[in-house]
């Protein structure tokens, strides 16, 4: 009777997880005006003004800027009007919002601060002629995986050029984008995040996911094996 009930428990196990895959898989699109609090606009080619430095402000989304985590240094990051709005690198040296700075950061799962990885990361930026920029990804250890640069992949929905590097597995830790034309980034979208994806790791679904997993019955089947102990 009780090994009836473990494999009964064993393959809603495994429609659950089944499930688990196919809820968390969604990619995420991050644009600078969504930060909580907002990032205070700065004005293009000026010094970013109190509250205009973007680090934790997208956290809740899963993006962390201006931090590589172990692929830095890092260099900071501010918002400015392109129009749309637009993130700009800091110019470590001047402390102006030169157009030309890098921008980067790195992946955590959704109002945490646990590293997270994806397998693709997509970012929107421009105006710069084609092949002027280049979208570098990272793995958790700092070392580069993947670099692609601008007008290869499309238009996005703000005009500009689309840059999309896209892994076999999740495997990308952070980002930086960076080129030898003035540019901004108006948008970053990337998959669903996890908190171990190389070879053969397991994936582990962000925390609203795994909630609503022991909301729609895992819980139960569980309470259940106790009390038949």
Not at 70 to 96: C, E, K, M, R, Y
Not at 112 to 141: H, K, P, Q
Not at 184 to 200: A, H, R, Y
């Amino acid at each position: 009777m009780f090994k009836t009930h473990r494999l009964s428990l064993a393959a809603s196990l495994s429609a659950l997880l089944a499930l688990s895959a196919s809820v968390a898989l969604a990619d995420t699109t991050v644009k600078p005006g969504d930060g909580i609090p907002p990032v205070v606009v700065s004005p293009a080619f000026g010094v970013p003004v109190i509250g205009g430095i973007a680090t934790t402000q997208y956290k809740h989304l899963g993006l962390i800027l201006s931090d590589r985590g172990a692929a830095g240094p890092s260099v900071q990051t501010a918002v400015f009007n392109d129009p749309p709005l637009a993130w700009g690198g800091v110019n470590a040296i001047g402390g102006d919002i030169d157009l030309l700075s890098p921008v980067d950061g790195r992946f955590v799962l959704p109002s945490t601060m646990i590293d997270a990885l994806t397998d693709m990361v997509e970012v929107e930026v421009g105006f710069a002629n084609a092949g002027t920029l280049t979208l570098y990804v990272y793995a958790s250890d700092g070392s580069l995986l993947d670099s692609r640069v601008n007008g290869l992949d499309g238009l996005g929905p703000h005009g500009r050029d689309l840059i999309k590097i896209t892994r076999p597995t999740a495997d990308i830790a952070s980002f930086r984008v960076d080129g030898n034309d003035t540019w901004g980034m108006n948008q970053i979208t990337f998959g669903d995040l996890v908190t171990s994806g190389g070879p053969g790791g397991p994936e582990v679904p962000e925390p609203g996911t795994l909630a609503m997993l022991v909301g729609s019955g895992l819980a139960g089947g569980v309470v259940f094996l106790r009390r038949r102990k």
